[in-house]
């Protein structure tokens, strides 16, 4: 539980905003409902809630930052492609670097597993200054 000198600066995230971004990113990569539920750590009757109505959306700290990791991925992506069919494809291509090893970005990150969607953000940005 924050403290009120912590609840006092700490910034106001429209969770209902947050839902929308996130769940759109995963509608451009080709996500199944199931992947994207899994990917933000979402119930399933909660996500087809928040579809339903995204105000009513009210997300953990863990749920935001996975929101959080999804957008950065996102951002890295538009840096490093100036193609739209690449930006939004890159997540569902098969990837033979090291930690991918054959598998697509989006397959490891739609286990759930939050350290997974860590090491594909960290191995993406890296992209962004050639350290691939």
Same mark, same amino acid.
């Given at each position: 539980?924050?403290?009120?000198?912590?609840?006092?600066?700490?910034?106001?995230?429209?969770?209902?905003?947050?839902?929308?971004?996130?769940?759109?990113?995963?509608?451009?990569?080709?996500?199944?409902?199931?992947?994207?539920?899994?990917?933000?750590?979402?119930?399933?009757?909660?996500?087809?809630? /928040?579809?339903?109505?995204? $105000?009513?959306? +009210?997300?953990? =700290?863990?749920?935001?930052?996975?929101?959080? @990791?999804?957008?950065?991925?996102?951002?890295?992506?538009?840096?490093?492609?100036?193609?739209?069919?690449?930006?939004?494809?890159?997540?569902?291509?098969?990837?033979?670097?090291? /930690?991918?090893?054959?598998? $697509?970005?989006? +397959?490891?990150? =739609?286990?759930?597993?939050?350290?997974?969607? @860590?090491?594909?953000?960290?191995?993406?940005?890296?992209?962004?200054?050639?350290?691939?």
């Amino acid at each position: 539980m924050a403290t009120i000198a912590e609840a006092q600066y700490a910034p106001h995230i429209n969770h209902s905003a947050a839902f929308t971004m996130g769940n759109n990113i995963l509608e451009k990569w080709g996500c199944t409902g199931a992947q994207k539920q899994a990917i933000l750590g979402i119930p399933k009757s909660s996500f087809h809630r /928040y579809q339903k109505d995204p $105000s009513s959306a +009210s997300l953990s =700290s863990d749920q935001l930052e996975r929101l959080s @990791y999804l957008a950065n991925i996102h951002q890295a992506l538009r840096i490093i492609f100036s193609n739209p069919d690449n930006v939004y494809g890159f997540m569902a291509m098969a990837n033979n670097n090291p /930690y991918f090893n054959g598998k $697509s970005p989006l +397959s490891i990150i =739609s286990t759930g597993n939050f350290g997974a969607l @860590y090491e594909v953000f960290k191995r993406i940005d890296s992209m962004r200054s050639g350290q691939w």
